[in-house]
């Protein structure tokens, strides 16, 4: 097997789309930033971010309900995230609202009530 090293790749027709011919005439356009994950981040339930990319602050609110500022911010609130919440299925993490410049996220108890849970989140859109 041959292994490719570079410290940067640019598509000839758009410099954010690479084509990937992966064997048998098989070929993928792939844009590589739109692939990429522009926010994500691990926090207890005290708010606290022990993993991150592109947060600049994190704020306890209340009991359930956290807001994650991000450090560059979003070119619109047309993102998809996923969130989830503790380590049992019987807990829910639910998005809670969407803004160019943070993230709002509610942590719930099985029974349905707000309850403070560690919580982990990706955002995927276009930066502005």
Do not use: P
């Not at 692939?35 to 926090?43: D, E, I, P, Q, R």
């Not at 709002?104 to 989140?121: E, M, P, R, V, Y």
């Amino acid at each position: 097997m041959s292994t490719l090293r570079t410290n940067a790749l640019e598509g000839v027709d758009a410099k954010n789309s690479i084509t990937i011919v992966a064997g048998a005439g098989n070929i993928t356009t792939t844009n590589v930033q739109d692939g990429l994950a522009m926010m994500f981040g691990k926090a207890g339930g005290d708010a606290v971010v022990a993993k991150s990319l592109n947060i600049s602050s994190s704020t306890d609110q209340g009991t359930g309900n956290y807001l994650y500022a991000f450090t560059s911010v979003f070119s619109d609130d047309d993102y998809a995230t996923v969130a989830n919440a503790g380590s049992s299925v019987a807990r829910m993490c639910v998005f809670n609202g969407a803004l160019t410049t943070s993230i709002d996220i509610k942590t719930f108890n099985s029974s349905g009530s707000a309850t403070d849970l560690s919580n982990g989140f990706n955002v995927h859109g276009d930066l502005a």
